[in-house]
């Protein structure tokens, strides 16, 4: 065996290592209420790997659960590029975009609480999120601007500034979809729409 394919077989072992730490954190997060509450030995047992693997992998359980994020990340992107397609209808695409955040929230509510948990006491959770929080807001405001410059929609506040506040909205109601009672799924979206529409084109998008 030369050392080039041992090299590639090793990469997948460890690959598979990680992914089995993964797929056993996912599944214990759904059976506790905090991540606090998971024991890593225990954590590591189930995914059939020693202790130490899993600090091999990850510095704590906080940067593991940054490591699912990235599947809230990338099923939530399609959200993002429904919102900043300004071809399409504005009440259309910002309802489906908002309808799509929430179902995605919905069914990894779990992840979604302890990403949550994390947030709040790990700093480079916190880091992570709000970096790709500023990414977003870019892409927003870009929007808003588009849609000033072509006339559909009105002059009014700072494009970025209205940009963060109308996504502290979404974070906030995609918060309340798991963490106690919320509204009914499509009034859900249809109230926040309407927030998104009013503030960026007034009573009524421009046609």
């Not at 609480?113 to 916190?126: D, G, H, K, Q």
């Not at 109601?173 to 009034?187: A, I, T, Y």
């Not at 926040?192 to 009013?198: L, M």
Request: glycine share 4%; with cysteine.
């Amino acid at each position: 065996m030369n050392a080039r394919i041992a090299a590639q077989r090793s990469l997948s072992k460890g690959d598979a290592r990680r992914s089995a730490l993964l797929t056993a954190l996912d599944d214990s997060l759904r059976e506790v209420d905090s991540v606090e509450s998971i024991n890593v030995a225990d954590l590591s047992r189930r995914a059939g790997v020693t202790r130490s693997a899993f600090y091999f992998y990850f510095e704590n359980k906080a940067a593991a659960v940054g490591a699912l994020m990235e599947v809230i990340y990338e099923e939530a992107a399609e959200a993002g590029a429904w919102l900043t397609d300004v071809d399409r209808d504005p009440n259309e695409r910002i309802s489906k975009s908002i309808s799509h955040l929430f179902t995605v929230t919905e069914r990894h509510e779990h992840l979604y609480r302890a990403v949550l948990e994390a947030r709040a006491t790990n700093p480079s959770i916190r880091k992570m999120w709000e970096a790709d929080r500023v990414s977003f807001e870019e892409s927003v405001a870009a929007m808003i601007e588009a849609e000033r410059v072509a006339g559909r929609a009105p002059d009014g506040v700072d494009a970025r500034t209205l940009a963060a506040v109308l996504l502290d909205v979404n974070d906030r109601n995609m918060e309340r979809r798991v963490m106690g009672s919320c509204p009914d799924h499509n009034l859900h979206v249809e109230v926040v729409t309407s927030i998104w529409v009013r503030s960026i084109y007034g009573t009524h998008p421009l046609s």
